[in-house]
């Protein structure tokens, strides 16, 4: 159902009937229209095929490594998508709400969401897997701070601020590599189509994985298909 409040600003209620129809696809307006939720990465959703960027915070890039307190490597960018998919699936028969005001240059609408009650944006921060936006917002300051003193998800060791890390910096440690744990392969066809493949799959170990092209590591078959890829039919 989508309401219109202003020009700028709208809102669009999403409600989920199961969790595994909440996985592929939600109804919008009537029984007959189908629109697509996909998790993107630990800040950016995807709405009928509308990018959605969650306003006032900044979640690690999907590639980018972190260390935790034993001074070993993580994906931190992987693991907020992930905490973002397990907060919205936990909410499978709740209702899903956000409110946009404006777009950036990359032409994704920016907004605040709910699930359930919970203000995702917040609860990002909240939990570690997301900073205060500063440079556009501080909104979010508070529930930073209470995240490093708790030393929840990223807090809990050391990390390169996804700003600077967009910039080039990173850890000193940091080397890009295949994620441990994370062996799930989404390729892109020739014609464009994102297939992800397993372990013992025919063409798994022909795939080849070109992350400048688009393709990506998958640590679980629910975070592949959140993202927009379908499983390999071999």
């Known amino acids: 159902m989508f309401i219109i409040t202003s ?3 709208y809102l669009i209620k999403i409600t989920f009937n199961s969790l595994l129809r ?3 696809y939600i109804f919008v307006m009537s029984s007959e229209v189908l629109a697509e939720v996909r998790i993107i990465d630990g800040d950016t959703i995807s709405i009928k095929g509308e990018k959605i960027r969650l306003s006032g915070i900044d979640a690690p890039e999907t590639s980018q490594l972190c260390l935790n307190s034993k001074e070993e490597s993580y994906t931190c960018g992987r693991k907020a998508t992930q905490q973002l998919i397990q907060l919205i699936a936990s909410n499978q028969s709740k209702s899903v709400e956000c409110k946009y005001r404006g777009s950036d240059k990359y032409g994704r609408l920016i907004g605040n969401c709910w699930v359930g009650g919970i203000f995702i944006n917040s609860w990002l921060v909240r939990n570690g897997w997301a900073m205060a936006y500063r440079k556009y917002s501080e909104e979010f300051i508070e529930e930073e701070m209470d995240a490093r003193k708790k030393k929840v998800g990223i807090w809990n060791g ?4 996804p700003w600077k890390w967009r910039q080039g910096v990173r850890l000193s440690s940091e080397v890009i590599s295949t994620p441990e744990g994370c062996s799930i392969k989404g390729n892109i066809s020739s014609s464009g189509e994102k297939i992800y493949h397993v372990t013992g799959g025919q063409y798994y170990t022909r795939t080849k994985i070109n992350q400048s092209k688009g393709e990506k590591w998958f640590c679980s078959e629910q975070e592949a298909k959140f993202a927009g ?3 390999s039919k071999n």
Do not use: G, N, P, Q
Not at 158 to 161: L, N, P, R, W
């Open 229 to 231: 890829w379908r499983k």
């Open 22 to 24: 909440f996985i592929l």
């Open 7 to 9: 020009r700028d600003e």
């Open 158 to 161: 050391t990390f390169v601020e």
